[in-house]
């Protein structure tokens, strides 16, 4: 095989294992929703021409991704590789185009704008001294604080929602992520001030998971609330509320006192394991007010 032949069939695989992100999202959207019809629906299309693109895709890449019968569809062990894969590849590609609308957004001579992604009412006083200590940095960027619900705040970065996050273990992966650890802390209860265990001066994580008048409120995580009699908690308000009229109890690292109402009661837990919180940013930013904004974070 001469150079030429040898160039000609490095193309022709080259163009086998390319996949556009447009063919991605039709096919994320066909293997989240296990229907054809439900995926074109999603996608703002007609059935056919989405049913076309994936079988072009498939002979493309020479794979049965998906197997089609009476009930819906299913996945093979190569689309199951390729929505993992796929997934990731979509976010970073729309992560790269949110980061340089912003990056592009200092041309007009407006200041760089960094989003931090931040749990609600976590982190409270670290929050209130970083902000105001980068804001006396030279050439600060503005810092937007993008509010998350719980675990929520790594797939904001890893879809370019926000460019940095506070993380908490063990309650947060750091996998795929840069990160300094920032602040260490215990877990408090957090109860109706006039409930009896309320004056206790510590309990455990048994003693406050066990409590038959005061279930432990459910927070959601991927959008689903886990199975359990307390309430599911959509958000930080409406969390303090329930607990404020007796309904649920929650756990929270000892700095959540900042936001704790008169109502409210926050007693030590002995047995919890640390809380420590973490700065992170995707590992391969290059943003210059991102590095400034971690080097204020690190002397804190």
Known sequence: MDHQDRQDSQDRQDRQDTVEVRELRYFL?????????????????????????????????GVLLL????????????????????????????????????????????????????????????????????????????????????????????????????????????????????????????LPARHPLATRPHLTLAEVSDLPDLPLARWARDGVHPPGPGPAITDQTQLAQLIALGRTVAVYPDSARAWLWTEHAAVPLTDAPPVVTHIAWPAHSRLLALAALVRTATRL
């Open 29 to 61: 959207a066909v293997a989240e929703e296990l229907h054809f019809g439900r995926a074109a629906e999603r996608l703002g299309m007609a059935q056919p021409p989405l049913s076309r693109a994936i079988q072009q895709l498939e002979r493309r890449l």
């Open 67 to 190: 197997v089609r019968n009476r009930r819906g569809v299913a996945l093979t062990e190569a689309g199951e590789v390729l929505r993992h894969e796929g997934r990731v590849a979509v976010d970073a590609a729309t992560a790269a185009a949110r980061r340089a609308r912003r990056a592009g957004a200092g041309n007009d001579g407006s200041r760089t704008r960094l989003v931090l992604a931040v749990k609600a009412g976590d982190s409270h006083d670290l929050l209130r001294r970083l902000l105001g200590a980068y804001a006396a940095e030279a050439d600060a960027a503005e810092v937007e604080i993008l509010p998350s619900g719980t675990c929520e705040q790594g797939e904001m970065l890893r879809d370019g929602r926000a460019d940095a996050a506070l993380l908490h273990t063990p309650f947060n992966s750091l996998a795929g992520f840069d990160s300094e650890a920032l602040v260490t802390e215990g877990q408090i209860a957090v």
